[in-house]
């Protein structure tokens, strides 16, 4: 049966958005629009700071007495009509926004609306100190520093102004317009802690949920599962710090071309949290192993994740070793190739859906 | 006919997420889910600066010879089935985020979901340098300054800590404390003509539209309009400020109790394009005005307002003088009671959408 609004919405992506970029592929579930039976937006967790004196009403501004309201998360929500019980709760990585999760940068649908087709609840998030979260309780400087090349290495696009051979993103100049534009600063000064006590608080809200963390969000996604049992499970795209080992357990240092990668020490009782969910952690392409060489200072975006990658895989098994559950899938090593560091926005993104949607029903999770 | 749907959206509002909060009122149009045909975000506008030097890859984060993407705007839209023609392209005040327009403070829908459920497309905005739109061509300081008892003597709640008799504000904690945190940091220098050229952008993307905006946002609006024959109607809730009046025809400054306000000259072939399309200009209450006697010093969060309402019926009168079709309506004077600086999240935002609604009727912009 063809569906009209579907084909008018595939009509209004080519042709009204997404301007002259390439047709995104035809998405197997997107059959008929999307049914959301509530939508929304929150604050969740945070404190109240106030300074010493007392309010004077005739001198609005002036800071004494008064309080603020920051560190906060802020979160968009969708829920779909026959919603599937476990939420996907999403937090972004370094200089990302929720809008991480939404079209991707060729103009095609992200995991947000990829998912809600699939009937998951979606929230996407955006931590204390960062896009529509961004009142901080603590000052910082915001520079406008020019590092898009540097970004264009380290998430693995390519060598600037080259694009690796075969890389799953799309090579139309307005993609890589939108890519950069996707950046927006840190509002405060970027804390774990901080981040997951708000997850947490978000989690009250939506319920037992499933967290979806890119590359920084890592190491809060952990973190999140350690202080709240409302964790069910965890998708790690790219994780690229905070990586948590038992305290007397830690790997050695890893030096790389980016700097030296460390563990983070955490006690044994809250690792052990973390063997008690399933766990999913996913590297794309274009990252040098023992097999393929050091890439070393010539290629240091991409050294940067060799030291990750390898980190990742001792954290696996550490996990495992003490009864957990956790899967590292580095996606060449399953013939999927030409990934950059956001597989999930990525050209092939809903072969990676797909995956996800796989381990999701394999572990009960959908 | 009962949907069980809606129903267990209504029971997911009460229950899950508002929590403690009072229910909502139910919205006559919220008979059914809302079916989205197309969903999704985009960058529009913006500039890109470029640092002098080589870029050197092996020193990824030094700043010679890259470049920045910043000043640009960010927009999530969201499209329905049966859409009306003219989407709704929405601007915030200052302090916010595109979450101005999503759940009010006490946890019901706001306009971003209200007129979906109307069948009109909506984009809600976030201007350069603001929100998920935070990357800056220019560097910032984000104090963490103590101002939550400011706004809330300047947004009308009421003279902090009491809230005005009859407020269409929530007194729960729970919506005060939401309140508070929707307020968002600029990530760079306030400047009109980069927000109004950024919407420009978007008006290409969205089609022409009728924009909303709000308070701060209330002046890049009448840029937009000059600047772009795309907008079809403008509906202002709150101007704050950005008053265009013809250069020659300039209104008397305005002193109030939190400084002085003045037009702004534009040339008259500018200001003409405003007398072009239809435009309604809405404030609530507490306002003081020459009837109802100067508040001054004592309650300047008020007085603030006193002359924004003032100047705006010269400049309503002064449209209108050179042809135009622009309206003020002070809410009080038709009987409508009690409503903040936000009267699209107020307590009674569904009899103030139902206004909305009408007047787009009757300009056929519907």
Redesign the interface.
Known sequence: MINI??L??KL??TI??TGSMSACSVNPHQSS???????????AG?KV???AGQ?D?????K?Q??????D?A?V?YQ?P?HARPYPLVSLYGAGQ???TW??TPD?C??FQ?LFLRQHFPVYVV?QPR?????????????????????WF??FRLG??PNFFKGVQFSQDSTAL??Y??????N??VYDEQVISDAMVEILK?S?DAVLITHSQGGGPGWWTAIKSNQVKGIVAYEPGSGFVFPENELPEPMPS??GTLSATPVKMADFQKLTKIPIIVYYGDNIPTEKNAYAG?????QDNWRVRLKMTQLWVDKINQHGGQAQLVHLPDIGIYGNIHFPFSDLNNQQIAELLSQWLHKNKLD
Chains 1, 2 share one sequence.
């Open positions: 609004n579907s008018f919405g209004l992506l009204g958005i629009a999307i049914s959301i039976v509530q939508q929304g937006n929150f604050a945070g700071i106030q300074s309010f009403d005739k001198q609005l501004f800071p007495g008064q309080t603020l309201h920051g906060h802020s968009f829920i009509e926004s929720a809008k939404g079209t103009g649908e992200g609306t955006d960062r896009g529509q979260a961004g009142q901080s309780t603590l000052a910082i400087e915001v520079p406008a520093t020019t590092n898009d090349q540097a290495n380290m060598q600037y317009n939108q950069f534009r996707q950046m927006t600063p509002t405060g809200k319920g071309a980016t200072q010539q290629n240091a975006g």
